[in-house]
């Protein structure tokens, strides 16, 4: 005899799947809301701490000032050794991508935070193409946003903004600098009239382009926002794990898929990008240099704390800033561990490793005066950085600083493909650039050769 059918909601209904089904279909809940304060106390709440120390002053009249004295600004001389597997086995060239995905994991669970394995698709839309001038130079200057796939999670939207300026008579595809750029604007600030030419100006003078990507337009550059932007988007909302990506991770991210789709565009050769930037931007481009292989060369402008100086330096900024609710957001939740009850000493890495993970590709690192610029960004500490990282790069075949001692002002050391210039100036790359672009025409200035063929395979 046949049953009757039962009704298929009644059946689920019985089966206890009713609730499911229904749930499935909810229209997905917003964006948590917090502010920093909140979001970073929910941090501390997962890491199981009650406070974390404070941070330096940058008032130097401050009771707790930034410590600029150096005799003092080593408590931690001993830096983890980048030639080392973590089983004690010495890393040969040819064991140097197994040790650099060592160091990468703990940059990634331990620094900057993981970013997740399937971030969603990145849709480059022309949005303007202009003929134009800048300085003399007639230029094809393209507006571009990068639309991130949403469908996951709509409530979230984020479209990466991207301009790409390259000479109009260009011969063929073009090196081209791009920068993380605080404003958003196609044309860059107009050089001033008998004034020095602008970077842009500098970079065009070589024949080549640049580009600049908005950071912000990737994720927010604050603890509240990181629960939207890209973050937000592959957390459907919710706040981040300990161990997710921050926003200086995020701003490498975006900037990589400005590089998928230069890959794509006729005007850019794809194999000659540099990328550059200032202060947490001049951070967002080393990070980028260190994890994406495909740039070329990179221009790390002041960098400091949670940039190229050393985590383990007492001088300047220092890591109980950078933990702290107002910064703590650029790198992983974990990261704030080491500003109580641990110390900088505990880090499993230090910056020493993130330039070596540049390597064997060139880097200059940017600095302004100490007189000018002030202490916070600690040139020294960056220099440092610079110097241990050079086993590396000697290892990989290339040359690093060739010198442990600090240079002058002014003085450039460019000879090998770690370089090192401290300009006197304030804030900025600006009086760097041409120092740059001479160390850069060293690897820019011819196409790359092909790869020669690989015969085991
Ligand atoms: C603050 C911060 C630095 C950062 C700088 C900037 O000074 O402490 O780490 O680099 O802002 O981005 O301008």
């Known amino acids: ?89 010495k890393v040969t060239a040819a064991l140097w991508a197994k040790r650099r995905a060592e160091i990468i994991e703990d940059f990634d669970r331990e620094v900057y935070g993981r970013v997740p394995k399937n971030t969603p698709k990145v849709k480059w839309e022309v949005t303007a193409t202009e003929k134009q001038t800048v300085g003399d130079v007639p230029v094809v200057a393209k507006k571009l946003v990068g639309h991130v796939d949403n469908s996951a999670y709509p409530l979230v939207t984020v479209d990466i903004q991207l301009t790409l300026t390259t000479p109009a008579d260009a011969k063929g595809p073009v090196p081209v600098i791009m920068e993380f750029g605080f404003n958003f604007g196609g044309k860059g600030p107009a050089p001033k009239a008998g004034g020095p030419p602008s970077w842009q100006q500098q970079v065009l003078a070589k024949g080549w382009g640049y580009a600049i990507i908005t950071p912000t337009s990737v994720q927010a550059d604050n603890g509240a926002g990181l629960t939207t932007g890209i973050i937000g988007l592959c957390n459907r909302g919710q706040p981040r794990a300990v161990d997710d990506w921050g926003a200086l991770r995020a701003w490498a991210w975006g900037a990589s898929r400005a590089l998928d789709h230069f890959e794509t565009d006729p005007a850019v050769d794809a194999k000659r990008v540099g990328i550059e930037g200032l202060s947490r931007y001049g951070k967002a481009a080393i990070v980028t240099m260190a994890y994406d292989e495909r740039f070329a060369i990179g221009f790390i402008g002041s960098s400091g704390a949670g940039g190229a100086k050393l985590h383990r330096r007492d001088y300047g900024e220092k890591v109980e800033n950078v933990a702290g609710t107002g910064e703590y957001h650029w790198m992983a939740g974990n990261y704030i561990k080491y500003a109580g009850p641990l110390t900088a000493k505990d880090l499993p890495v230090d910056a020493h490793e993130l330039v070596a993970l540049c390597a064997p590709r060139p880097v200059l690192i940017s600095v302004g005066s100490l007189q000018v610029e002030g202490g916070w960004i600690d040139a020294r500490g960056m220099f440092m950085a610079g110097v241990a990282a050079e086993p590396v790069y000697k290892l990989l075949g290339k040359k690093g600083l060739g010198t442990s001692e600090f240079p002058a002002q002014e003085t450039a050391l460019t000879d090998g493909e770690i370089a090192f210039r401290q300009h006197a100036g304030g804030h900025t790359t600006g009086p760097n650039w041409p120092t740059f672009l001479k160390f850069a025409d060293r690897y820019l200035k011819e196409p790359a050769a092909p790869k020669p063929p690989t015969a085991d395979k």
Do not use: C, F, W
Not at 23 to 40: C, F, G, I, S
Not at 47 to 73: H, Q, T, V, Y
């Open 1 to 89: 005899m046949r049953r009757s059918p039962v009704p298929v909601a009644v059946a689920l209904l019985l089966t206890g799947h009713l609730s499911a089904v229904s749930r499935a279909a909810d229209p997905p809940k917003p964006p948590v809301k917090m502010t920093a304060q909140e979001d970073h106390k929910r941090m501390l709440e997962l890491l199981k701490i009650k406070e974390i120390r404070r941070g330096a002053d940058g008032n130097p009249k401050s009771a707790n000032a930034a410590n600029l004295d150096e005799s003092k600004a080593n408590p931690y001389p001993d830096l983890p050794d980048p030639l080392v597997m973590k089983d004690g086995t």
